[in-house]
Each structure stands twice: as structure tokens, then as C-alpha cells.
């Protein structure tokens, strides 16, 4: 069951991830065109900075999802069987804190600053941009549960 609800949001991310980095690429393009023919567009910049943040998080957490972040990994290689699953058991609990805080204090952050707006975009709230940090967290938070849940399973086969 979590299993397919992580592959939905990993899907999901996937799309806005590629919606926002089309974006801005886009708006780059633009910011560039208009720079070149003297014509100043002040939104161009705030745009483009968002989309980027927006981007990387919604990467970022699918990269997690698929074990394609970051990591040391000679400590990993060097250990078979149980040690090693225990050292991925605890990753992924360590990592299921990270979520945990990144969610919570990306509500926080969401909310202090959901009525502050952009300075070229008046009408446009901060809160859409803070509000990507409590998505990825969520996110990762389940990607992590079903990750945990496959070490768990692995652990009771005893492999």
C-alpha cells in the first residue's frame, strides 16, 4: 500500500519537478532576450529563482526515493548480510528524523512567511515558495516508511 502511494508522489514530483525546471529555463531564456533587446522585466528574476528552488526539492526528494542521493559509501561495500542491513536500517532512520524535521519546520517557515509577498509580484505570496520545503519533507518521509519497510521485510527473511 505505501508503496504505491510513494510511487504516486514520486510520479507526481516528478512532473512538477520537470514543470518547474522547464520553467525556469524558460524565464532565463526570456530574462536573457529582454536584457539583450534593453527592456527591463523585474519578475524575470523572482521567477526564476522559485522554479529553481521548487526543481531541486521535488529532485531531490525522488532521488531519495531512489537511493540516488548523495552518499559515503565505503563502510556500506565493505560489510554482507545482517551488518549491513542494520547499517541501512539505521540510514533510513536517521534520514526518517531529517524528514520529519525538514516537514515540521517547513510548516513553520510556510506559515511565518505565508503573507510576505514578492517585491515584483505584489499579488504573488512567499508562502507558495516556503511551502516546497513541507512537501518535500512529507515526501521523503514516505519514501523513507517504504524504504523501512522493505529493510524490515529483508531483515525477516534473514537475508
Known amino acids: 500500500m505505501i508503496k504505491k502511494f510513494a510511487n504516486l508522489i514520486e510520479s507526481i514530483q516528478l512532473k512538477l519537478g520537470v514543470f518547474f525546471l522547464a520553467l525556469f529555463f524558460a524565464v532565463i531564456v526570456l530574462q536573457m532576450f529582454v536584457r539583450y533587446i534593453g527592456v527591463s522585466v523585474i519578475w524575470t528574476e523572482e521567477v526564476a529563482n522559485y522554479s529553481f528552488i521548487w526543481a531541486v526539492f521535488m529532485g ?17 561495500e565493505k560489510l554482507t548480510g545482517k551488518s549491513k542491513l542494520f547499517l541501512k536500517l539505521t540510514i533510513n532512520l536517521i534520514l526518517v528524523l531529517f524528514s520529519l524535521a525538514v516537514f515540521y519546520f517547513g510548516i513553520i517557515a510556510t506559515l511565518n512567511f505565508w503573507n510576505y ?5 505584489p499579488n504573488f505570496k512567499m508562502g507558495y515558495m516556503f511551502i516546497s520545503l513541507p512537501v518535500m519533507g512529507f515526501s521523503m518521509l514516505i519514501y523513507e516508511l517504504d524504504h523501512l519497510l522493505d529493510d524490515y521485510s529483508e531483515l525477516k527473511e534473514g537475508k
Open 117 to 121: 509577498t514578492w517585491y515584483s509580484l
Open 60 to 76: 531531490a526528494s525522488v532521488m531519495l526515493h531512489r537511493n540516488g542521493h548523495f552518499r559515503f559509501s565505503l563502510l556500506f
